[in-house]
């Protein structure tokens, strides 16, 4: 009869423990996003700014929806396409530069994450020196202010002075289609806490910004847009801003263009040359719409090139 009540205490016990079946509640994010790598003595660091949706198979040009749907197919992706927008940091030792300011709040709430993923990288925006665009559409300009007030306070901005004088003009602006005036009302409303500072410095063309780092005038999707080259012991990145946007579509067709292009024939031009290069000499590549961490090399391939994303390298 003694056994009863242990029998009863540990039934009792038994209840106070959590149900088997019960699960921890799903998180639902991701964490901060940077990846970190050497190049030569530069430290680069790709900086996450989020997603964004975008309908593929009805932007890209010169070829056709029902194609690029299959295109992305054969990749496991279909449109519209989670599209990764991204920007770089270059730590050169006396230099900390930063390609692109991702697209703050000008895109929605998916994007915005680039002073998350600074300070995770473990960097704040006032380390910052300089800041070199690639373009001034809004996904590339739209992170340098936060409300009325640069976001980097030390940092000089710079970008060629074609796109300046396209994107910041009033007189453009006025003559654009009303659809496309938000493009400038933002590149102004970004550029402009810099300019009133003094520290919006245009460059021309082919220029060495710092020792180590070179912007390459690559125009076609904008009137002004760049390529910068980053080299250092012998080691090359070049850094691509929006010379391509989808993997999957336009490393096996570099004809494939985009409706965001202001020149799409010199787009497609440069790129083809840019994939050429990459190819024969085999130095790294990154770009702002690469999958996240979006870096790699090419390898040609029939008339067209294969993208092989960097080995993932711990950083001592």
Do not use: C
Not at 115 to 122: E, L, R
Not at 244 to 264: K, N, W, Y
Request: hydrophobic residues 45%; proline residues 6%.
């Amino acid at each position: 009869m003694r056994l009863l009540p242990l029998l009863a205490a540990l039934a009792a016990g038994f209840a106070l423990l959590p149900a088997a079946q019960a699960a921890a509640p799903m998180v639902k994010t991701q964490a901060p996003g940077f990846y970190r790598m050497m190049l030569g003595d530069f430290e680069i660091t790709v900086l996450n700014d989020g997603t964004v949706n975008l309908p593929m198979h009805q932007l890209l040009t010169n070829t056709t929806p029902e194609k690029v749907n299959a295109d992305l197919a054969r990749s496991f992706l279909r449109s519209p396409l989670e599209t990764s927008v991204n920007a770089f940091l270059v730590n050169t030792g006396s230099k900390l530069v930063m390609i692109d300011s991702g697209a703050g709040s000008l895109f929605g709430p998916t994007l915005g994450k680039l002073q998350a993923a600074i300070k995770a990288a473990g960097y704040q925006p006032e380390q910052i020196d300089e800041i070199y665009i690639t373009h001034m559409h809004g996904d590339h300009v739209g992170g340098l202010t936060a409300g009325d007030k640069p976001a980097f306070p030390n940092a000089v901005v710079r970008a060629d002075k074609r796109d300046a004088e396209f994107w910041l003009s009033s007189a453009v602006m006025d003559k654009a289609p009303e659809a496309a005036k938000g493009g400038f009302k933002g590149a102004m409303a970004m550029i402009g806490p810099y300019q009133a500072a003094g520290r919006f410095k245009p460059f021309d063309g082919d220029t060495e910004l710092v020792p180590g780092v070179k912007a390459l005038a690559s125009y076609g999707h904008t009137p002004g847009h760049t390529v910068y080259a980053i080299e250092s012991k012998g080691e090359k990145l070049m850094l691509w801003g929006d010379l391509m946007h989808v993997a999957a579509v336009q490393f096996a067709q570099p004809a494939v263009t985009i409706q965001f292009d202001s020149d799409s024939a010199a787009a497609a031009e440069r790129r083809a040359k840019a994939y050429a290069e990459a190819a024969a000499q085999g130095y790294y590549v990154g770009a702002a719409h690469l999958s996240f961490p979006a870096l790699g090399r090419l390898r040609a391939e029939g008339s067209g090139y294969t993208f092989v994303p960097v080995n993932y390298r711990a950083v001592p």
